[in-house]
Structures are given as structure tokens and as C-alpha cells.
């Protein structure tokens, strides 16, 4: 230790300093960033099978229609925890999530709240045969989509 002059020493304090923040980022892998950003894809093409099924063509097939709920719910559950830790854009470029779902997080969980409860209610709303009322309910979770992508999500 005594080799080291005080120079030395804050340059090795400084880097420490710096290396600290980096640290706390790395908590977040690149994939699990992919892994969100495929299960909202899939999340976008199931939703609008749905919706084209239950809404547009007004389908009775409560079966086929609860392929697409099931598989919803599923891959919903699947979001709350890979935005646990931050993923600053700078280390991630391929996401499009903005910072302020680390900084307003729980308006970020409300809306997320909101969004795996609305899933679950389509999907038992299918099961009872209430088909108009699931239609609604569509309709009012894809209005959820844009919110959460309005303050959430870079375009
Ligand atoms: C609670 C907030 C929230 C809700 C609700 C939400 N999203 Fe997203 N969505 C995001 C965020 C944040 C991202 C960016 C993720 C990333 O890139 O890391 C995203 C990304 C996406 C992407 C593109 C993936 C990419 O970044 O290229 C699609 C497609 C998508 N969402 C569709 C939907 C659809 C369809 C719904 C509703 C059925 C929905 N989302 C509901 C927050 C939300």
C-alpha cells in the first residue's frame, strides 16, 4: 500500500466510484431485455388475434377464443419482473422503455396491475360464454396498451 502515491490513490478511488453504478445496472441482462421485448410481441399478435376473433368477427368459438386468453395470461405474468431493475438505453439500445417506469414506479405497476388483471377477466369472461362482455374488455385493455406506451414507452 505504501508504494501507492496520493495521486494513485484517488485514481484508484475514482474508479472504484465509477465502477459502482456500473455494477448496480448489470443487475439487468441484455437477455432478459430480449425476453421482454419478444414476450410483448408475442403479447401484440396474440391480443389482436383476439380482438379480430371476439370483436370484429363477433365469433362464438369460446374454445379458440380462450387459446389466445390462456396463452395471454401466461406471457402477461412473465413482464413484472424483468422490469424490476433498471435498463438504462445508453447499455440497452435495443429497448424502447423509458426511464420513467424506475422513476413513477408505481403508476409503471398500477398500469401493469391493471393491465394482468384485465387478461385474467377476458379469459374467465370467455369461459362463462359472456363473449360481448369479454369484447368490451378487449377494447378497453388495447386503450391500456396506448396509455402505458404513451408515458412508458419511446416511440
Ligand atoms: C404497463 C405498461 C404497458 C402495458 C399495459 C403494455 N405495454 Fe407494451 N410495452 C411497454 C414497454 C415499457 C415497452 C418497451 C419494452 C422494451 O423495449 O424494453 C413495450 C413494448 C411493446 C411492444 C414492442 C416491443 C419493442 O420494444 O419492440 C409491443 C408490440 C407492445 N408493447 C404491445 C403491447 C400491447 C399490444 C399491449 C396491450 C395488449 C401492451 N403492449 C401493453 C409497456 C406496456
Not at 50 to 56: E, Q, S
Not at 74 to 89: M, N, Q, T, W
Not at 92 to 106: G, H
Request: hydrophobic share 35%; with cysteine; aromatic share 10%.
Amino acid at each position: 500500500m505504501h508504494h501507492l502515491s496520493r495521486s494513485g490513490l484517488s485514481l484508484l478511488l475514482v474508479f472504484l466510484l465509477g465502477w459502482l453504478p456500473i455494477q448496480a445496472q448489470a443487475e439487468m441482462s441484455a437477455r432478459d431485455v430480449d425476453l421482454r421485448i419478444d414476450t410483448f410481441d408475442e403479447i401484440d399478435r396474440l391480443f389482436k388475434a383476439l380482438r379480430f376473433k371476439v370483436v370484429n368477427q363477433r365469433s362464438t368459438d369460446r374454445q379458440g377464443a380462450m387459446v389466445y386468453s390462456s396463452e395471454l395470461v401466461r406471457l402477461g405474468y412473465r413482464l413484472p419482473d424483468l422490469f424490476d431493475h433498471p435498463s438504462p438505453r445508453e447499455m440497452f439500445p435495443q429497448s424502447r422503455a423509458r426511464p420513467e417506469i424506475w422513476n413513477r414506479k408505481d403508476r409503471y405497476d398500477f398500469l401493469m396491475d391493471e393491465f394482468l388483471d384485465n387478461l385474467e377477466k377476458i379469459h374467465e369472461d370467455l369461459s362463462a360464454g359472456r363473449m360481448s362482455q369479454a369484447g368490451q374488455l378487449i377494447d378497453r385493455t388495447a386503450q391500456g396498451c396506448r396509455r402505458c406506451h404513451n408515458t412508458f414507452r419511446y416511440r
